[in-house]
């Protein structure tokens, strides 16, 4: 779904959560620190990746949903 500026905009104003409860709790400590996550998403956006949902199918399966609208606003 190709995503509007203002969408971007809201980015920096979203909420900060602690995960300090799943690590007291759960010993669950992260994978990846957030500047590993957002670099890997850019390389995804950059590239056009996708996933194995209709939501997230790569850009080059997309194609026919730009040509017919499909998703857009009346």
Known sequence: MPATPGLFDAVPR????STARAEAELGWQPRHDAAYT???????????????????????????????GVGRRP
């Open 14 to 17: 979203l909420p900060m959560m």
């Open 38 to 68: 957002l670099n890997e998403f850019f390389i995804g956006l950059r590239s056009g990746a996708g996933g194995g949902t209709a939501p997230l199918a790569p850009d080059d399966q997309r194609a026919h949903e730009f040509a017919t």
